[in-house]
Nanobody, 120 residues
Framework: VQLVESGGGLVQAGGSLRLSCAAS????????MGWYRQAPGKQRDLVAA????????NYADSVKGRFTISRDNAKNTMYLQMTSLKPEDTAVYYC??????????????WGQGTQVTVSS
């Protein structure tokens, strides 16, 4: 599975961005996808995750109510709509894919990342 992110950039605080992640290859093996982010000097943290049918989503507390994850299976594409952006949302955002089972996600494929910078 190959994952390619797009949509990152520079935005002012309070603004919005939409990230996209296009999957190709053996996409039939995917039943969960997610977004992680990593700020300089910090660990990579889960931002949001979604199951293949969109029936289950999970969000980090820091983005609940501001970010929305979705996917279009016909296009093999996942999205992250980010609103009310804050400077602390600045990070490299990574797309990931894997599996969801018994309430737990396991991710094993990663994109190259896209930079999101929020200015104050």
């Amino acid at each position: 599975v190959q994952l390619v992110e797009s949509g990152g950039g520079l935005v002012q605080a309070g603004g919005s961005l939409r990230l996209s992640c296009a999957a190709s290859g053996n996409t039939f093996s995917i039943n969960a996808m997610g977004w992680y982010r990593q700020a300089p000097g910090k660990q990579r943290d889960l931002v949001a995750a979604i199951t293949s049918n969109g029936g289950s989503t999970n969000y980090a507390d820091s983005v609940k109510g501001r970010f929305t994850i979705s996917r279009d299976n016909a296009k093999n594409t996942m999205y992250l709509q980010m609103t009310s952006l804050k400077p602390e949302d600045t990070a490299v955002y990574y797309c990931t894919s894997g599996h969801y089972s018994r309430g737990s996600y396991t991710f094993n494929n990663w994109g190259q990342g896209t930079q999101v910078t929020v200015s104050s």
